[in-house]
């Protein structure tokens, strides 16, 4: 499903995969069509990845407010998982440059424009800008924390720089990007970290990272993510994540995983010591630590599985969804 015209001046796409989240979705989109680049034109894409296509009211009710200069595309996979999502989307882009946003991201009417204006002045195969939270109302615990953990706020200045981060908030020129499709690893659908093996092959062949300081967008993480459970988890997983590309490309991945398990083990004991500290003092940064050192554990452990995205979301959701059994009659026997 399609609207708008069919050609763009910038020769952009955005892409946006959704997934169970409506509001969000209607956030992220509608501050694309007040983007101040709209004049040009440019492809928008959505990815509904709920097998029943959920958004498919939402989407619609998007359609009708387009901007007529914006194409924009509605597509559905029903497999779901973000890396499966992504390539779908790929399969409909005209265009090499392609910008990712977040269904749980907006962007202020300048972003585009921004991130195409750093392209221009620093041509690289991917463009990184900043990302900047906005936390729920009422979030005063570890606040500063959940402030950080989930913002990009590295302090660059605009021009190219040697760090790959996230998809979220980025501009990737596929004509500089080796290889071919599919783009996205699906055997991290799952786990996140699909677009690590992206960015390794433009790291293999010297290709060029850039940062555009003068395009953030707002992270808007939901309340079940500003929780502890939910960071740390993601802390352990984000600490594997060396080994995980290691064990996928390298041929010495035995050493390259001794090397960061001798690193995990340090960042485990002097952030846990730290923490443990921080925690008899009740110090407001102790979370900070403590994130430190589980990530630490996560090069410790790195064969444990952890999952987020795809098939374990929809389990989620599934188990949540179901009602609660009927209670049964005690018969007494039994102890609290």
């Known amino acids: 499903v399609s609207r708008g015209r069919l050609w763009n001046a910038v020769m952009i796409s955005v892409v946006i995969p959704t997934f169970n989240r409506p509001d969000g979705l209607k956030r992220a989109v509608t501050s694309v069509f007040h983007q101040t680049l709209v004049e040009d034109g440019f492809d928008l894409i959505i990815v509904d990845n709920t097998p029943e296509a959920s958004a498919s009211d939402t989407i619609a009710e998007l359609q009708r407010s387009c901007p007529n200069t914006i194409n924009l595309i509605a597509l559905h996979e029903p497999a779901a998982g973000v890396a499966n999502a992504r390539n779908t989307a790929m399969r409909a882009v005209k265009t090499d440059l392609v910008a990712f946003l977040d269904d749980d991201q907006s962007a202020p009417k300048t972003w585009l424009a921004a991130l195409y204006k750093a392209y221009r002045?620093?041509?690289?195969?991917?463009?990184?800008?900043?990302?900047?939270?906005?936390?729920?109302?009422g979030q005063r615990r570890h606040q500063r924390y959940f402030q950080t953990f989930f913002s990009r706020e590295p302090g660059f200045e605009t021009g190219y720089i040697e760090t790959s981060y996230g998809c979220g908030n980025a501009l990737v020129d596929f004509s500089k990007v080796p290889g071919h499709a599919p783009w996205f690893d699906i055997t991290m659908n799952e786990s996140g970290g699909e677009d690590d093996v992206l960015f390794a092959r433009i790291r293999d062949t010297f290709g060029r990272f850039a940062w555009?300081?003068?395009?953030?967008?707002w992270e808007h993480p939901p309340v079940s993510r500003v929780s502890l459970g939910y960071t740390l988890k993601r802390a352990f997983s984000y600490g594997q994540a060396p080994i995980t590309l290691a064990r996928r490309r390298s041929d010495r991945p035995a050493?390259?995983?001794?090397?960061?398990?001798l690193i995990g083990v340090g960042k485990t004991i002097w952030h846990g010591a730290i923490w443990l500290l921080l925690s008899l003092m009740r110090h407001p940064g102790r979370a900070f630590q403590l994130d430190q050192a589980v990530r630490g554990i996560g090069k410790l452990l790195w064969w444990v599985d952890l999952r987020f995205y795809g098939a374990a979301a929809l389990k989620k959701k599934t188990a949540n969804s179901v009602p609660p059994a009927a209670p049964t009659l005690s018969t007494g026997t039994e102890q609290a």
């Open 121 to 137: 002045a620093f041509p690289a195969a991917v463009t990184f800008g900043p990302v900047r939270t906005t936390l729920p109302n």
């Open 212 to 217: 555009a300081a003068e395009a953030p967008v």
């Open 255 to 261: 050493f390259i995983i001794l090397f960061w398990m």
